[in-house]
């Protein structure tokens, strides 16, 4: 029988049990030898460190410690990371990449839960429901049969910034409806774009001409406060930002302003700071729906990611590509 590969658990040790419940485990441990009472919190650890000098993939999540050359030096034969969770920025040194490392991430299924939130806040958006349920808390009546004007998902224009992975299954999933769909992305061509089924725009036009706009673009320096005050102004009156990416692509405080004059309202997974400065306005604005940054995999949507990350595992036991892929070239445009 051949001996199979041993593996390394390097993550928080609390998430252990919900990434990897016990029959996603016992799958793991089909293809690989993993001890997972083992998880290399650290990697000065004696125990950690016996392991290293044999194994070949990492398993990596939330609060990986940084893989670098020392690392590197006590793990002769790594060949491979596996990250369950989305970016491998924060802990991947440049010695992986020059290793030749191949490394796997989850992002594709951590941005399923995110998509389906970004969908339901693009309805609700395009319903007026955030500001029709403020007003209904407040009279605490309503008149019966009474049409709402101005609101409703009838062509509706939808502006996705950015086509990224989660950006791509939003507008996947924009498509049964009656919605008319815009994209802002530079690295999409037009013929891209068609195969999407979207109309490609640049940025201030898409701005300008959307009734709701979500937001999916990665945190670069490039995008720092790419939505600032002069792009928020260019926004129609009553539009809607959604943003599930980063809270450093918005000027926070413009968005403020344009949300307590009523001219926009937001709906925000995320924040710059984050979180908020518990006395910012945003909190009591009408107009603003905050959530925890809760867009991402949480609860029973973790175990996706472990079944993500085992399949990687996998693949690579079974001399196969991977299906998830990160590519060194891809991280100045990545998460």
Not at 152 to 158: A, D, I, K, Q, T
Request: aromatic residues 6%; glycine residues 8%.
């Amino acid at each position: 029988m051949t001996q199979r590969p041993v593996a390394l658990f390097a993550m928080r040790s609390r998430d252990l049990p919900d990434v990897f419940p016990p029959h996603v485990l016992r799958q793991l441990r089909e293809a690989v030898t993993i001890d997972p009472d083992l998880i290399a919190e650290r990697f000065d650890d004696p125990r950690v460190l016996g392991v290293l000098a044999s194994a070949e993939i990492l398993i990596t999540g939330w609060a990986s410690p940084v893989i670098d050359a020392k690392v590197l030096a006590a793990a002769p034969r790594l060949r491979s990371v596996v990250h369950w969770a989305g970016s491998v920025k924060g802990h991947l040194s440049d010695d992986c990449w020059d290793r030749g490392l191949q490394i796997s991430s989850a992002a594709e299924a951590n941005g399923v839960p995110v998509a389906e939130y970004s969908l339901a806040a693009i309805l609700f958006a395009g319903k007026g429901l955030f500001a029709l349920r403020e007003r209904y808390r407040a009279d605490r009546a309503f008149t019966l049969a009474a049409v709402e004007p101005g609101v409703g998902n009838f062509r509706r224009r939808v502006g996705i910034i950015g086509a990224s992975r989660i950006g791509r299954r939003v507008i996947e999933l924009l498509r049964p409806f009656d919605f008319e769909v815009f994209l802002a992305d530079p690295y999409v061509e037009a013929s891209e774009a068609a195969a999407l089924g979207v109309t490609p725009v640049d940025l201030d036009t898409l701005l300008a001409c959307c009734d709701v706009v979500s937001v999916h673009a990665p945190a670069t320096p490039g995008t720092r406060n790419m939505l600032n005050r002069d792009r928020l102004a260019l926004m129609r009156e009553g539009a809607t930002l959604i943003n599930t990416a980063r809270g450093e692509l918005v000027d926070t405080e413009a968005l403020t302003d344009e949300v307590a004059r009523g001219r926009l309202s937001a709906v925000l997974d995320v924040t710059h700071p984050e979180p908020l400065d518990p006395e910012s306005r945003l909190f009591d604005l009408p107009g603003a729906f905050l959530t925890p940054h809760v867009a991402g995999s949480h609860g029973n949507e973790l175990e996706r990611l472990g079944r993500s990350a085992v399949g990687e595992v996998e693949r690579l036991v079974s001399g196969l590509p991977l299906a998830y892929p990160v590519l060194r070239e891809q991280l100045s445009r990545s998460a």
